[in-house]
């Protein structure tokens, strides 16, 4: 089985930057970023198939939050810029088998990070 840990989070003002990591203890074939803010569903932000380095971001965050990984660290970062209010949530790392936008795609899951941006 998989663990994973998310780190990061905090309190930023609006458009500034955040930069979440995702620690890995066992192999993963693909790992994705969701968030869930108070009173909303799971939502997906990004995913990466770790062998091939294939991304999909969902398109609220296209052109601001960028996925990318270390192999030898076995973790997975997400660069988030331009942070808006609307970006405040608990973000979640998951990994599975597939670099699917659903949550039914994802095996494991961390116990999330609070990203929280100020108007």
């Known amino acids: 089985q998989v663990q994973l840990v998310e780190s990061g989070g905090g309190l930023v003002q609006a458009g500034g930057s955040l930069r979440l990591s995702c620690a890995a203890s066992?192999?993963?074939?693909?790992m994705g970023w969701f968030r869930q803010a108070p009173g909303k569903e799971r939502e997906f932000v990004v995913a990466?198939?770790?062998?091939?380095?294939?991304?999909y971001y969902a398109a609220s965050v296209k052109g601001r939050f960028t996925i990318s990984r270390d192999n030898a660290k076995n973790t997975v970062y997400l660069q988030m810029n331009s942070l808006k209010p609307e970006d405040t949530a608990v973000y979640y790392c998951?990994?599975?088998?597939?670099?699917?936008?659903?949550?039914?795609?994802?095996?494991?899951w961390g116990q999330g990070t609070q990203v929280t941006v100020s108007s």
């Open positions: 990466i198939k770790w062998s091939v380095g294939i991304m």
């Open positions: 066992g192999r993963t074939f693909a």
């Open positions: 998951a990994a599975g088998q597939i670099a699917g936008q659903a949550m039914g795609d994802y095996d494991y």
